[in-house]
């Protein structure tokens, strides 16, 4: 693969620190859920990160897709990833899934259902969950 960018990310304190990138351009502090036996601060989580990149990224490859397919992605289009995280079945540790919604305003149904899918199979955070994260799309 001939990577085009890179960057670097490190945190300190697990759940209850700090996340930044090396160049500074994010930096957040954590807090656990509730729901996770956290107190819930007012910091972010890795599922709140997870989902707005994994969102991000999403609208970036239907935007890819819209080119290749000479279709025009709305400005106004909008893809929402809600990320859940609980006990895996096996007993080993956690997992996560998400559910994509995407909202392509002016775009019918059956076209923005087919933009979806190629898109599913051109984002790379998809590409990085297949067979590990169970995804759901959906058009809304």
Do not use: W
């Not at 670097?8 to 930044?20: C, D, I, L, N, V």
């Not at 990833?81 to 998400?98: H, L, N, S």
């Not at 199979?121 to 809304?140: E, F, K």
């Amino acid at each position: 693969m001939d990577i085009k960018y890179r960057t670097t990310a490190s945190a300190t304190g697990g759940r209850e620190g700090q996340a930044a990138s090396d160049d500074g351009r994010l930096s957040v502090t954590l807090s656990t859920p509730k729901e996770l036996g956290g107190g819930g601060g007012t910091g972010t989580n890795p599922e709140q990160l997870f989902a707005a990149g994994y969102s991000a990224c999403f609208l970036g490859a239907l935007k890819f897709v819209g080119g290749k397919e000479k279709v025009k992605i709305p400005d106004d289009a909008r893809v929402t990833a809600t990320v859940g995280i609980g006990p895996r079945d096996d007993g080993q540790g956690f997992g996560i899934d998400v559910d994509l919604s995407v909202s392509l305003p002016g775009i019918d149904r059956a076209q923005a259902e087919d933009l979806v899918n190629k898109a599913h199979v051109v984002c790379p955070y998809s590409h990085a969950t297949r067979g590990n994260v169970d995804v759901r799309l959906s058009v809304a």
